[in-house]
Nanobody, 124 residues
Framework: VQLQASGGGSVQAGDSLRLSCAASGRTITYSMGWFRQAPGKAREFVSCLSPSGLTKNYADSVKGRFTISRDNAKNTVYLQMHSLKPEDAAVYYC???????????????????WGPGTQVTVSS
């Protein structure tokens, strides 16, 4: 499986963006995660989705504003981001790993497959 994230851009605080992570293979059997890394900071967990789609986890900082979803027919996972804040600015990465049906990891070492990131810039 190869991953390609897209959808980043430069927006104003309060705006929305939808990131996409297209997979070359079938994502239905993979847990999918979104992570982000701001300049000078460690990579941090944002959200993840279990293979079954039944489990979704979010970082506290994005709960209520971000939504993760998948379209199995398109082999694509999305991260819908609303009410963006300047502190959301980062390079966003999607990741995948074969996993347990109802589980997804909130740690980056829980994922073997990573795609190149997409930049999100939020100005105040």
């Amino acid at each position: 499986v190869q991953l390609q994230a897209s959808g980043g851009g430069s927006v104003q605080a309060g705006d929305s963006l939808r990131l996409s992570c297209a997979a070359s293979g079938r994502t239905i059997t993979y847990s999918m995660g979104w992570f982000r890394q701001a300049p000078g900071k460690a990579r941090e967990f944002v959200s993840c989705l279990s293979p079954s789609g039944l489990t979704k986890n979010y970082a506290d900082s994005v709960k209520g504003r971000f939504t993760i979803s998948r379209d199995n027919a398109k082999n694509t996972v999305y991260l819908q981001m609303h009410s963006l804040k300047p502190e959301d600015a980062a390079v966003y990465y999607c990741a995948a790993d074969g996993g347990v049906s109802g589980y997804c990891s909130t740690y980056d070492n829980g994922y073997l497959l990573w795609g190149p990131g997409t930049q999100v810039t939020v100005s105040s």
